[in-house]
């Protein structure tokens, strides 16, 4: 019951916040709507609201997917040989200085205006902390778990699917915490680019109309979408990596 409580409380403060600069600074509509103005847009355009969203949420949940594979490959390879690591992890980290924002256009031009430039930019964004994270998990493997498994004398894959692995999933954990924060941006930066559809667009094409109201209903759709995504997230890491704060905390 506190745990409920707790989040219904943040959201009321924060409404009485929005509604008190709205008094105190005697903003226009168009300028900042009023949370009443907002929950009218979001009980009259439901189907409109949702058509958006579901898109937005594959596309998110899709660059989720493909990110996580691609990063745990690439972690997995870097970790496989000092050599390999000394080649590939420079460039990881140059592919980083060069802002997805940037390459957005070039995206959207190369992978077309449908889903799949969304889908690169999500992959894009969540593909260097979930490799850093589990390539650091990999190369710190506690020294007491490597040495007991040299007295049994087992083979390197069997280490590594046993033993490695194992080490590395709260460091992938927080990584995977991470990739789910910002994969919302690259969904929606997309949508600011170039797209028909989604949340983005739906907030693009509500501001040029001058309907603020029903963008800062996108906008808290998509907060509401980034929220849930997270907290289950950190459920399901919780519920399935008991040992994460023990292998850090030893």
């Known amino acids: 019951m506190i745990r409920l409580f707790k989040p219904v409380l943040i959201c009321l403060v924060m409404l009485l916040l929005w509604q008190l600069i709205i008094l105190v600074g005697s903003f226009p509509h168009y ?43 690439s972690a997995l390879l870097l970790s496989f040989s000092k050599k390999i690591s000394a080649l590939l992890l420079p460039i990881l980290v140059i592919s980083q200085a060069i802002p997805v924002f940037a390459i957005a256009p070039l995206l959207v031009l190369w992978f077309g205006y449908g889903m799949a430039s969304k ?45 490695r692995l194992p080490a590395a999933l709260p460091a992938f954990a927080s990584g995977l915490r991470i990739a789910i924060s910002v994969a919302p941006i690259g969904a929606v930066v997309g949508e600011w680019v170039g797209s028909s559809e989604g949340l983005g667009y739906l907030m693009i094409h509500a501001n040029a109309r001058m309907q603020v109201d029903l963008m800062f209903a996108a906008l808290l759709i998509l907060i509401a979408i980034s929220l849930c995504l997270y907290f289950g997230m950190d459920w399901l890491l919780r519920r399935f990596i008991p040992w994460g704060n023990r292998v850090y905390s030893s």
């Open 31 to 73: 300028i900042l709507p009023t949370p009443q103005a907002v929950w009218k847009q979001l009980i009259s355009h439901p189907d409109l609201l949702w058509q958006h969203s579901r898109i937005t949420l594959l596309e998110i949940g899709l660059g989720l997917f493909f990110g996580f594979l691609f990063g745990l490959f």
């Open 119 to 163: 889908i690169v930019m999500s992959i894009l964004i969540i593909y260097f902390p979930v490799t850093a994270a589990c390539f650091d998990g990999l190369r710190n493997t506690p020294q007491a778990w490597l040495d007991l498994a040299n007295t049994f004398k087992i083979s390197p894959f069997r280490l590594l699917l046993k033993v």
